[in-house]
């Protein structure tokens, strides 16, 4: 019978803040002190995406930590797998049409967000793109990407 791979929830002796480690023995991403060779391992699991979770949670007060969960949960029931693109697909394409001086103009905004998202106000997903401090508004309706 194969084991699978496992990795770990570490809790770290000096700032107590959980990392996730696919072997026992490594260095806190958040202060740099060493697991030593005996870690406080808090849980194990045996894929990526649930060690994600599982230092969310460690990393979460424990009075809070059932609630987090059932959020979690409802949330994952939300989504679907649909065929719609993803937000940095959206990105990398409407990147892919500015101008030399990494310009992009409402109306080629709109271009790609037909084909991608139709319905999509294009005015309005540039405004998001502008609060997430990718891109800056230009005079009228036209943006700099930021590198």
Same mark, same amino acid.
């Given at each position: 019978? $194969?084991?699978?791979?496992?990795?770990?929830?570490?809790?770290?002796?000096?700032?107590?803040?959980?990392?996730? +480690? =696919?072997?026992?023995?490594?260095?806190? %991403? =958040?202060?740099?002190?060493?697991?030593?060779? =005996?870690?406080?391992?808090?849980?194990?699991?045996?894929?990526?995406?649930?060690?994600?979770?599982?230092?969310? !949670?460690?990393?979460?007060?424990?009075?809070?930590?059932?609630?987090?969960?059932?959020? !979690?949960?409802?949330?994952?029931?939300?989504?679907? $797998?649909?065929? #719609?693109?993803?937000? %940095?697909?959206?990105?990398?394409?409407?990147?892919?049409?500015?101008?030399?001086?990494?310009? !992009?103009?409402? +109306?080629?905004?709109?271009?790609?967000?037909?084909?991608?998202?139709?319905?999509? #106000?294009?005015?309005?997903?540039? #405004?998001?793109?502008?609060? #997430?401090?990718?891109? $800056?508004?230009?005079?009228?309706?036209?943006?700099?990407?930021?590198?």
């Amino acid at each position: 019978m $194969t084991q699978l791979p496992r990795w770990n929830v570490i809790r770290c002796a000096g700032c107590k803040v959980c990392f996730g +480690q =696919h072997r026992a023995q490594a260095k806190c %991403p =958040h202060c740099g002190q060493s697991s030593g060779e =005996h870690p406080d391992i808090v849980t194990s699991v045996t894929n990526a995406q649930a060690l994600q979770l599982e230092v969310a !949670i460690a990393n979460t007060p424990e009075e809070l930590r059932d609630e987090l969960r059932a959020k !979690i949960a409802i949330n994952d029931s939300l989504f679907d $797998t649909t065929d #719609e693109p993803s937000m %940095p697909a959206i990105l990398q394409k409407i990147r892919s049409n500015v101008d030399e001086n990494n310009m !992009i103009s409402l +109306q080629s905004v709109r271009e790609v967000l037909s084909k991608l998202l139709p319905g999509e #106000e294009a005015s309005n997903f540039m #405004e998001m793109v502008e609060a #997430e401090g990718l891109v $800056t508004r230009l005079a009228g309706d036209s943006w700099l990407f930021f590198e």
